[in-house]
């Protein structure tokens, strides 16, 4: 016989150390697995918990009116009292500075419009509070932000002609 090795023993070498490696790799995912070391796995936050309105306004929605090119409603949930419920809104900067309108920035502080409690299954209330802006200025952009005077939304930006162009698409 020859020293030389033929070629079909290399192969079945390599699908040994391989299928050694792959049962190794198994066998050490098992180990170190977060059962492995008694981890439970995370709990169920309770939904009462998840979906309770909080002081920062959520569920944020830009409602169009009968003409939205020249006014906008917008609706929001937060713990907010009616008395405290406030939109401001101001045409649109470029950009505004570090997330705040400028110091030379006309800004309209609005009360809420209304403002509903909505009793829940999950034993609190939700109150959604509404603000019209009116006398808009169409083909302007605009950015608002709604909350309570001291916890306020990210400020958003809305183009009332865009909504206009998109509710006559829709008719």
């Given at each position: ?105 006309v800004v309209t502080r ?32 605009y950015t608002y932000r ?14 009332a002609t865009l909504v ?8």
């Open positions: 016989m020859t020293d030389q090795k033929l070629p079909w023993r290399i192969g079945a070498r390599r699908a040994k150390i391989v299928a050694i490696g792959a049962a190794a790799l198994l066998v050490g995912g098992v180990a170190l697995s977060p059962a492995a070391f008694g981890d439970a796995p995370p709990a169920k936050f309770p939904a009462a918990e998840i979906h309770k309105p909080s002081p920062v306004p959520d569920r944020i929605m830009l409602t169009p009116t009968a003409t939205p090119s020249t006014s906008q409603r917008v609706t929001w949930r937060a713990e907010a009292p009616a008395e405290w419920a406030r939109a401001e809104i101001l045409e649109a900067p470029r950009a505004l500075v570090g997330g705040v309108p400028s110091s030379t920035s609005l009360a809420a419009l209304s403002s509903t409690p909505v009793n829940t299954t999950l034993g609190y209330a939700s109150t959604y509070h509404t603000v019209e802006f009116t006398n808009l200025k169409p083909d302007t952009r709604v909350g309570d005077g001291t916890n306020w939304s990210e400020w958003i930006d809305f183009a206009d162009n998109l509710m006559r698409g829709l008719r």
